[in-house]
């Protein structure tokens, strides 16, 4: 994690206890676990990629979810940069 509330858990400490930055440069073809969380906010920050349950996105496109477990994020052919911020209801 680059930024978090929890202080044990980023390089950054931020003031807002329940939210996490996650960021992840991927290479083509990879795939990772979006972090479960009560909201969930994923940007596509440069190439593109599939969200499981979602579809593709591409560079500039966000998705928002709501309590969706853990689904998947795979690279597309160019690789992705995402950010994910994760909160938690309190």
Same mark, same amino acid.
């Given at each position: #994690? *680059?930024?978090?509330?929890?202080?044990?858990?980023?390089? @950054?400490? @931020? #003031? =807002?206890?329940? #939210? $996490?930055?996650? +960021?992840?440069?991927?290479?083509?073809?990879? $795939? +990772?676990?979006?972090?479960?969380?009560?909201?969930?906010?994923?940007?596509?920050?440069?190439?593109?990629? $599939? *969200?499981?349950?979602?579809?593709?996105?591409? =560079?500039?496109?966000?998705?928002? *979810?709501?309590? #969706? !477990?853990?689904?998947?994020?795979?690279? !597309?052919?160019? !690789?992705?940069? @995402? *950010? @994910?911020? =994760? $909160? =938690?209801?309190?």
């Amino acid at each position: #994690a *680059l930024a978090s509330g929890n202080k044990n858990l980023a390089a @950054i400490r @931020i #003031a =807002q206890k329940n #939210a $996490t930055l996650w +960021v992840g440069r991927l290479a083509p073809g990879k $795939t +990772v676990k979006v972090p479960e969380a009560s909201h969930v906010h994923l940007f596509v920050g440069k190439g593109s990629g $599939t *969200l499981a349950g979602a579809g593709d996105l591409s =560079q500039g496109d966000a998705a928002r *979810l709501v309590r #969706a !477990g853990h689904p998947s994020w795979t690279a !597309g052919p160019q !690789g992705s940069e @995402i *950010l @994910i911020w =994760q $909160t =938690q209801a309190d």
